[in-house]
């Protein structure tokens, strides 16, 4: 296809529909639309912002439209195609996570419901840092509310046929914002201070997502994250799963996931740490996927 749309294969486990219905579910979402059967994001790329439209009128494969800013040269193509194969996580072979689910009696039902659902992922690392920062400790509405507040005081924007595409800003782009002013979006000081120190790190070169990968064992991934005032498990988990790939990260104290498993079981309240890791043993290797499975029963 030309600069202006192509298309990405997809593997055979894949579904478009559920995936969508992921990205569907909260309207409170200000980093891409959802218009029909298709996803529509504004992309940087080469340099620049591009608008881009997803759709899938057939499962194998993404139908990528170019709505502004097009052609895309052969570099940018391969940079929004290389972006759109992560956001989908299309690179994984999940045949063996879903082998295990088939023989497992708790998670068999959920997987059968969202057949073809992959982890949505968030390639770029400081927006995943940002994101999971922002949701410790609060319900997820609220963790929109602020996302959306941060993503319109300084990330760019793009006006199209009259509705405005954003990006989450750039590392040097919320390094300008003071404690005060991100405090006036109801960030607490802390969480104000953890995304400013990241956005420092980035900035300097002292922290990366090439860098993290390069170091190969997830465990130095989290001991490396966890170096960061600000960052504990829960959020080391969550962007191993959602930034890095890891499909072993296991968020294990999430609120969310507890609820699930307690509607799943049928339990009267939620599951201690010890049940838990005793459940995901069935799923070792896959605790990413099984959590984030459990967390899609949730809405």
């Known amino acids: 296809m030309s600069g202006s749309s192509f298309e990405i294969k997809t593997p055979e486990l ?37 608008l881009v439209s997803i759709q899938s009128p057939q499962d194998h494969a993404l139908e990528v439209k170019v709505l502004t800013g097009g ?10 195609h290389t972006y759109i194969r992560e956001w989908f996580d299309l690179e994984r072979d999940i045949l063996p996570f879903y082998y295990l ?32 920062v922002l949701g410790q400790q609060v319900n997820l509405s609220f963790a929109y509310t602020m996302k959306r507040r941060v993503t319109e005081a300084f990330g760019d924007s793009l006006e199209w046929e009259g509705r405005i595409f954003r990006c989450f800003p750039a590392p040097e782009q919320l390094l300008t914002a003071s404690l005060e ?20 790190m980035m900035v300097e070169g002292e922290l990366s997502r090439e860098g ?23 959020t080391a988990h969550y962007v191993r799963m959602r930034c890095l790939g890891d499909q072993s990260a296991f968020p294990i104290g999430d609120a969310g996931l507890h609820n699930a498993v307690r509607e799943l079981l049928g339990l009267s309240q939620k599951p201690s740490a010890a049940e838990l ?5 069935a799923w070792k290797g896959w605790e990413a996927y099984a959590t984030f499975y459990l967390w899609r029963t949730l809405y």
């Open 277 to 281: 890791r005793h459940l995901f043993s």
């Open 71 to 80: 052609p895309l040269t052969t570099e940018e193509q391969e940079e929004a």
């Open 14 to 50: 894949f579904r478009f529909a559920p995936c969508l219905d992921y990205f569907a579910r909260s309207t409170q979402e200000c980093l891409y639309e959802i218009q029909g059967d298709s996803i529509q994001k504004l992309l940087h790329v080469g340099g620049r912002h591009v």
């Open 212 to 234: 993290l990968l390069a170091m190969g064992e997830m465990d130095l991934v989290e001991k490396r994250l966890l170096a960061i005032r600000g960052i504990g498990p829960w």
């Open 181 to 200: 002013e991100l405090a006036s979006m109801k960030l607490s000081r802390m969480k104000s201070a953890t995304i400013l120190e990241i956005a420092r």
């Open 101 to 132: 689910a088939g023989k497992d009696e708790n998670l068999k039902g959920v997987v059968q419901r969202f057949y073809g659902l992959r982890i949505i992922r968030i390639p770029d690392l400081f927006e995943a840092l940002c994101w999971a």
